[in-house]
């Protein structure tokens, strides 16, 4: 206990939400009062969007610095404030609002706590270690990197230059593992949607391979044995979809490092007719948009030749196309109507396939891409 913190919330005036006594007066009955801390919406208030179930939260953090660290400075000072050795490792969440469309709060018929550890991050507190990527979780990713790349992980005392392999392994470590797990539960990678969130990952974990550990040949795919022998225990998806989640990364691979090639000609190109030592904005953010060549190598190798582009050009640029895709993709939801009071809903998919239900509420949704839609709640439901 005298390494954690836990924090409450403060209450919010604004809001109409009062300090969380009852959480603080259980805490009290666990932990030194003096290691209870108070936190403010942006840090305690937990909320999943602009509408939607919201609440308080409480947060236990731990500091683990060394007791010299300790002594100049009182972790309470460092909570919530990005040290990377003073860090919550577990939230609880008290779902006790919903949000509604005009910003307003609303009691929850029925409420809940919901609870999340950090799985990495408890791994480094027992193991005794200052880094996710110390633990047991990482290391034998890190070592199969280190095996196919011919590059070294340096843990302690890193210069400059082993700094940024250390970072490029690190993001290949922990982009597969992400990476692969979602594709062993059935997300390809795609430009639109959650495919297009695997694809920029994946991507910015290829890039760091090309650019920092020299890969220039797909090499990533064959971190997937490595996670299949050392989670295929509990999660099979990840033992049984193996084969599939190499290909595909092998695949993703080979396409964008074709990319990267194709996007290096066309910025020599860029460089051969560009007149100074400053490239236009707006043909490094064509480089980016149409052909997919990352900003910032189209920044380093335009440094090392001594060059750079307008940012505020690119910058500019980028805006515009996010204005174009915001507007596209814009949706107002108003709240639910409620035709059956009460917390009335239940699951039936263990006994029944067939049912014939009643709607509980719904809400319309007005979406400039698919038109005007509605959501609707069901009585019974066969999905958990």
């Not at 040290?83 to 709060?105: C, T, Y």
């Not at 949607?193 to 695997?198: L, R, S």
């Not at 920092?212 to 033992?239: H, S, T, W």
Request: charged letters at 30%; glycine letters at 6%; hydrophobic letters at 40%.
């Amino acid at each position: 206990k005298d390494i954690l913190y836990v924090t409450v919330f403060e209450g919010s005036k604004e809001e109409n939400v009062p300090f969380d006594q009852e959480a603080y007066d259980i805490w009290k009955g666990l932990i030194d009062e003096d290691r209870i801390l108070l936190g403010n919406k942006k840090d305690n208030f937990w909320e999943m969007g602009d509408q939607g179930p919201c609440g308080p939260c409480s947060e236990i953090h731990v500091d683990i610095r060394s007791a010299e660290e300790k002594a100049q400075k009182p972790g309470k000072e460092l909570v919530n404030n990005d040290h990377p050795q003073v860090v919550e490792i577990w939230n609880n969440v008290f779902m006790e609002f919903n949000r509604k469309a005009d910003g307003s709060l609303e009691k929850l018929p029925a409420q809940h706590v919901d609870t999340g550890m950090g799985f990495e991050r408890l791994c480094m507190v027992l193991q005794n270690v200052q880094s996710n990527y110390d633990t047991d979780v990482f290391t034998p990713l890190i070592e199969k990197i280190e095996n196919l790349t011919g590059k070294k992980y340096t843990a302690k005392n890193a210069s400059e230059a082993e700094e940024k392999t250390n970072i490029a392994i690190r993001v290949i470590a922990d982009h597969v593992r992400a990476v692969a797990f979602a594709i062993a539960d059935g997300q390809l990678p795609s430009n639109g949607g959650a495919g297009y969130v695997i694809r920029r990952i994946l991507r910015r974990a290829i890039r760091y391979g090309f650019t920092f550990l020299d890969k220039k040949e797909p090499f990533i795919n064959e971190l997937v044995a490595v996670l299949a022998a050392q989670m295929g225990e509990f999660f099979p998806e990840i033992k049984s979809q193996q084969s599939l989640v190499t290909n595909v990364i092998k695949e993703e691979e080979a396409s964008f490092l074709r990319t990267l090639d194709q996007g290096l000609q066309l910025l020599d190109n860029v460089i051969a007719q560009n007149e100074g030592k400053e490239v236009a904005g707006a043909k490094a953010f064509e480089l980016y948009d149409t052909f997919g060549f990352p900003e910032d190598l189209t920044a380093l190798i335009l440094k090392e030749k001594g060059m750079s582009y307008d940012k505020d050009g690119f910058d500019a640029e980028l805006k515009k196309q996010k204005d174009r895709s915001r507007a596209a993709s814009e949706v107002a939801t108003d709240d639910w109507v409620v035709l059956t009071d009460g917390n009335v809903e239940t699951f039936v998919g263990y006994d029944q396939t067939v049912n014939e239900v009643k709607i509980t509420r719904y809400r319309k949704v007005d979406s400039k891409k698919d038109g005007l839609l509605y959501q609707i709640v069901l009585e019974h439901t066969f999905l958990p």
